[in-house]
């Protein structure tokens, strides 16, 4: 049975993807070796991912390097119990963007700008104010979501334009993109695995942190910068569920199967990693929209873990 490839996707267009043939599976012979109708469906598939990787190589390396970067820190995010700070984050650099794309300003100076503003607001010990952390985080996400909307109203932009510039979407993620990501993302990285010891400390023992001269406030300020650095850069290109989702949800899956942290942290960015592939993929084939469909993956792989948790509990 001859193959077809299918054609590339029109550039610049997220969700206008033609899908793959799909081949039923045919049954093997008796003597073992893979029919004729097996081969050809194997080699369509070959085909596919290649085709895939060879025409959005930038989207592949943007999803892996953002998605790890944002389950590392999302470990921490539910250790602290502040699980709504990304997307409120990633509303807030929504709005930074659509205020600099009024002030003619580049959009990821906006995004960080104020980001990092509202990074500095929450990093504050909230346990004795009157007024909660959770309780600031909902009113910035109300004001940002309400702001960007509005900011960009009278811009002129299309629907689908306003979306793309303000939410992102992976697929459509360039090298200069990608560049900036590694810029940012990468060090950041590497500033939290170089202060591990100390953010553990300050986050799961202050007592312990105090003992060994370690200044906790300093240490979640520093995590806090660290958080919007990063979710205001991937947001531009990730689009704020998918953010979202990565600081959630790998990280979720993955105190569900270990309690030893460091394992908790390599788990998560590999569960990133594989939910982006897979997501990619599905998205390839189904010609389904790409950044909800990784999200649908990474839950499916929660899902699919929760055997394991339920026989780790017992």
Known sequence: MASTRPPPWPIGCASCITAASIWNRSPRPANGWPAPAALAEGDAMVETVATLVSTFPEAIAAGLLVGSAC???GVFVILKRVVFIGMALSEIAACGIAGALLAGLPPLLGAIALTLGAVALLAGPYESRRLPRDALLGLLFVAAASLSV????????????IKSLL?????????ADLRLLGAILVPAIAVLLACLRPLLYAFLDREAATVLRVRPARMEMLFFLLLGLVVATASKTAGSLLVFCYLIVPPATALLLTRRLVLVMVLAAALAAAATLIGLAVSFLADWPTNPTICAAACALLLLALPAAFRRSR
């Open 71 to 73: 389950a590392l820190l």
């Open 150 to 161: 509005l900011l960009v109203a009278g811009s002129g932009l299309g629907l689908a334009e």
């Open 167 to 175: 939410y992102g979407d992976l697929i459509l993620a360039s090298r």
